[in-house]
């Protein structure tokens, strides 16, 4: 797995040209690469927070987007265990 936490409207872009270089919605079920912006897991920061298979993070065009978007400042590649802590915290009953 690879983790990252990314800024909102880059993010949003990044998935709306993987969607579609990847044709999705592809009608079998699959919508969307990943969770819209407007609904994803953010850090306090308001970063969005995204965990994908390693995998994934080779496939074009994403393969050229990370690294752009890491050198560019506008996303960040953090570890698991910082992954885990910048999650909203939900209270236990």
Not at 9 to 34: F, H, M, S
Not at 74 to 84: G, L, P
């Amino acid at each position: 797995m690879r983790f990252f936490a990314v800024d909102p409207e880059p993010y949003e872009a990044a998935r709306l040209q993987l969607n579609a270089a990847w044709g999705l919605p592809d009608g079998k079920g699959t919508v969307t690469c990943i969770e819209p912006a407007s609904t994803a897991w953010r850090a306090a920061s308001g970063r969005v927070l995204l965990a994908v298979a390693s995998e994934w993070c080779e496939w074009e065009p994403a393969a050229g987007m990370i690294p752009e978007m890491l050198s560019a400042g506008v996303a960040a590649e953090i570890d698991e265990a910082t992954f885990r802590s910048l999650l909203p915290q939900f209270p236990v009953p």
